[in-house]
């Protein structure tokens, strides 16, 4: 058992990716995100595919409508370890 490798991080995740990956989680669509946010769908599409920054501001509604930190959707790929060591 002790012939193994430690499992690593293999993708990076955009702020867009983040958005979309956690409104898929709860089974929200666009729309339904919209509603919840005040934010236009068409906004969150362009986020979501990367043709629109996702913005501070942003991030806080979202966020509060995705019911996450403001950070776990601008900062997707920071690695609190690797950065404390640093």
Same mark, same amino acid.
């Given at each position: 058992?002790?012939?193994? /490798?430690?499992? %690593?991080? *293999?993708?990076?995740?955009?702020?867009?990716?983040?958005? %979309?990956?956690?409104?898929?989680?709860?089974?929200? *669509?666009?729309?339904?995100?919209?509603? %919840?946010?005040?934010?236009?769908? *068409? /906004?969150?599409?362009?986020?979501?595919?990367?043709?629109?920054?996702?913005?501070?501001?942003?991030? %806080?509604?979202?966020?509060?409508?995705?019911?996450?930190?403001? @950070?776990?959707?601008?900062?997707?790929?920071?690695?609190?370890?690797?950065? *404390?060591? @640093?």
């Amino acid at each position: 058992m002790n012939d193994y /490798t430690l499992a %690593k991080r *293999s993708i990076e995740v955009s702020p867009g990716e983040s958005v %979309k990956i956690l409104r898929e989680l709860q089974e929200f *669509s666009q729309n339904e995100l919209a509603k %919840k946010s005040g934010i236009p769908q *068409s /906004t969150i599409s362009a986020i979501e595919n990367g043709r629109m920054q996702l913005g501070v501001e942003r991030a %806080k509604v979202l966020a509060r409508a995705l019911h996450c930190h403001p @950070a776990v959707l601008v900062f997707p790929g920071w690695n609190i370890e690797h950065e *404390s060591a @640093a």
